[in-house]
């Protein structure tokens, strides 16, 4: 009776036609920027850039993974925790924000992100780095940084958006200052949205590098 009944569940699910596949799972790893801090439950980084993808007919998953005033060391050490119980396809790391505020060199980072895109590229999953600068910073430092993301991308074959707050620097003269919130630091909605228009393009990058990727192990 259990095989009649066995084999009725199996001609009903081959009927079926085969499963959908599972939506993608994108993990955000990264500090207040990506965690929305100040911002409505739906206004953060996240959440406007998953609507943004689902508009765009995108079947994945965002996962916030950021941690307020985490920097590259303790991304360092937290990655594989988040690793474990998110379980991504693929990861999108944006750290380093506030080891430049907080005056550490560009070459600490870099060492702390170089670990932390190998463990989250483990096993071929596709990465986006999104690196970040201040336009306040003298110009050697502000170079130095800009360089390490580049350099980093090509090491790990990651895919590179060079810096999250460029889009609101490309607005005329200081209107950017209005795109923040009142700690003149974090973007507000307004300035998310405006990032995400800018950064959803390489996302749809990382999604494609990832269907890839699943289609050539199948």
Do not use: C
């Not at 050490?77 to 693929?90: E, F, M, N, T």
């Amino acid at each position: 009776m259990k095989r009649i009944a066995l084999l009725f569940t199996l001609v009903l699910a081959l009927a079926a036609g085969p499963l959908a596949a599972a939506p993608l799972r994108i993990l955000a790893f990264g500090d207040s920027l990506t965690e929305g801090l100040g911002l409505p439950r739906g206004e953060g980084l996240v959440p406007q850039l998953q609507a943004w993808l689902k508009a765009r007919g995108h079947d994945v998953v965002l996962l916030n993974g950021g941690l307020s005033g985490d920097t590259t060391a303790g991304g360092r050490v937290r990655i594989g925790y988040s690793l474990a119980r998110h379980k991504p396809d693929a990861v999108i790391v944006e750290l380093g924000g506030n080891d430049l505020l907080m005056g550490f060199t560009p070459g600490m980072a870099e060492k702390n992100l170089d670990s932390i895109l190998h463990q989250a590229g483990a096993g071929d999953k596709p990465l986006l780095l999104v690196g970040i600068a201040l336009p306040q910073q003298d110009e050697p430092l502000r170079d130095d940084w800009a360089a390490i993301w580049p350099r980093l991308g090509a090491r790990h074959d990651a895919l590179v958006f060079p810096n999250l707050y460029q889009p609101l620097y490309d607005q005329p003269g200081e209107a950017y200052m209005s795109l923040l919130q009142q700690d003149g630091m974090h973007a507000s909605a307004k300035g998310v949205a405006l990032i995400v228009q800018s950064l959803g393009p390489k996302v749809e990058e990382l999604i494609a590098r990832t269907e890839a990727e699943q289609q050539a192990r199948n």
